[in-house]
């Protein structure tokens, strides 16, 4: 799967991990300069591959993504080939999730106003396309921490259901 490229300021960035990703591909400095000017579709493909590796190597490090809206704040672990979630469905008209701090206020203060879910799937080697997927959403990587705590809490406050 083509994740994306990697904006010229990320490439800007990891330009000595470009470098070396050149050399392995048997890519010098003069045959870059080559292949840019005489070439420049070959040299955006190669860009874009390097951009998946690189990407791929991040997301493989990921371990727990959370998502906010105004109506849904959810939690992701992933183990290996396996992703949990955890989803908590505001019911309120008037209030809505704003933040990750307003989602630990309300579901601290009231339990008629949102409704609690979880679900478990294994993704085997779609694992890496999926936390992709989420992050285009808009999912951030969150930490341990965060999903114990809600994971405490779905086992406090739900009626185990189930997505």
């Not at 420049?40 to 493909?45: L, M, T, W």
């Not at 490090?61 to 959810?74: A, G, P, T, W």
């Not at 955890?86 to 933040?99: G, H, Q, R």
Request: charged share 30%; proline share 1%; glycine share 2%.
């Amino acid at each position: 799967m083509r994740f994306r490229k990697l904006s010229k300021i990320e490439l800007e960035a990891l330009s000595e991990e470009l470098i070396q990703f050149l050399v392995v591909q048997g890519i010098d400095d003069d045959l870059w300069r080559d292949i840019n000017k005489k070439s420049p579709q070959k040299a955006e493909e190669l860009v874009a591959l390097f951009s998946d590796t690189v990407l791929q190597k991040v997301y493989a490090k990921v371990q727990y993504l959370s998502f906010v809206s105004e109506q849904v704040f959810s939690i992701f672990k992933i183990n290996g080939e396996e992703m949990e979630a955890i989803v908590v469905k505001n019911k309120s008209k008037t209030l809505a999730f704003k933040d990750l701090k307003s989602v630990l206020e309300r579901t601290s203060k009231n339990t008629n106003n949102y409704e609690l879910l979880s679900a478990k799937r294994s993704l085997g080697d779609k694992i890496l396309d999926e936390i992709h997927a989420l992050t285009e959403k808009g999912c951030l990587v969150a930490d341990e921490e965060l999903w114990q705590y809600f994971n405490q809490f779905h086992k406090n406050h739900s009626n185990k259901a189930s997505f």
